[in-house]
């Protein structure tokens, strides 16, 4: 009978680290795939993880917009406008963490011609996939 309930455990604990490896991999996939929009200069691909009503914020000193809640839509042109304003010569992952309750949070460093910039990304579970609802630029 002992036997029998350590695999038991044995199991659930198994299946539990597996489904918690899974989310963490699929977060890291998101924030990869940003990254690499971020890097190629591509306000199309970089929207595509957007969620629906996404909080945008760019300040800089050619370009400033802010909109607490955009349609994930209208974002790929206010990003191309932002990055053909600034084209990028690199973006650099600085930090990253998670909380408990399915928020994801990025710090990088969008780096271009005369400057730098710091940037912040949360990202929250909608379903299956992780979506960013929180996008800011600030220059350094």
Known sequence: MRDRLKVILLSFFLLAGSSF???VQAQDQVITNIRDAMKAGSSR???RHFS???DLNIKTRLYSFSDDDITKDKTPFVL????????????STVHQGSSEDGI????GRYSYDS??????????????EYKVTKFSLEEE
């Open 45 to 47: 691909e970089l929207a």
């Open 104 to 107: 994801s949070f990025t710090i």
């Open 115 to 128: 400057g730098k910039a710091r940037v912040w990304i949360v990202l929250k579970k909608t379903g299956n």
């Open 52 to 54: 629906d009503m996404v």
């Open 80 to 91: 191309k406008q932002f990055f053909d304003k600034y084209p990028n010569a690199d973006y």
């Open 21 to 23: 490896l899974q989310e």
